[in-house]
């Protein structure tokens, strides 16, 4: 039996910004903890994150990082840009291999053109134009596989993030509960929350 935590968390990047969707179960094994966790993090206002794994190493993570791109946006007079966020988070994963924040992370955001990256528990990055992290990731990439296009407009993206952790809740029993959007544009980050159904 598992008591490794299960999650669905996808990033898809469309023509003005990214799109990050995750749903807000939390269970352990068969036991369910939390129907309201909150799996979508802005890291900065131009930068987002979600994940799929301990969401307690994410909070910290992302807390830790959003601290270290505030003094780097001190040191630089200007915006961190994602890769530079997405080198730090890996960092700061490798550097604590032996004891690793047990996480999945897709981090993005918006500065020229919109990209994502994955990172594993080791700190691995991965640059993609789509990513789903998570136990519900086979069946989350089973719809943006044959359905992501280069340059969708923002609705579509949000449409497409949906119905891919959608497909996720629906034969995932670690995935559920509403679903958590985050996207990041040219104007900054908004959040908003939708039904599993």
Do not use: H, W
């Not at 089973?142 to 952790?165: H, Y």
């Amino acid at each position: 039996m598992s008591y490794m935590p299960g999650a669905t968390a996808v990033g898809i990047t469309f023509d003005q910004g990214v799109v990050f969707a995750s749903e807000k179960r939390i269970a352990y094994g068969n036991f369910l903890v939390s129907k309201s966790t909150k799996k979508t993090f802005p890291i900065t206002p131009k930068v987002g994150a979600t994940c799929a794994g301990l969401v307690a190493d994410m909070q910290l993570l992302s807390l830790q990082i959003s601290a270290l791109a505030k003094i780097r946006k001190m040191e630089l007079k200007r915006d961190v840009p994602p890769n530079t966020i997405a080198k730090m988070m890996s960092n700061m994963m490798y550097e604590r291999r032996y004891f690793p924040l047990l996480t999945q992370v897709i981090v993005g955001g918006m500065i020229d053109k919109p990209v994502i990256y994955t990172l594993d528990p080791l700190g691995s990055v991965l640059p993609d134009q789509y990513a789903a992290v998570g136990t519900g990731a086979e069946m989350a990439l089973g719809v943006l596989d044959p359905q992501f296009k280069e340059n969708m407009t923002e609705k579509d993206a949000i449409d497409l993030a949906v119905k891919a952790v959608r497909s996720a809740i629906m034969r995932d029993s670690f995935s559920g509960d509403g679903i958590d959007i985050l996207v990041v544009n040219k104007d900054g980050i908004t959040e908003f929350t939708e039904d599993a159904k």
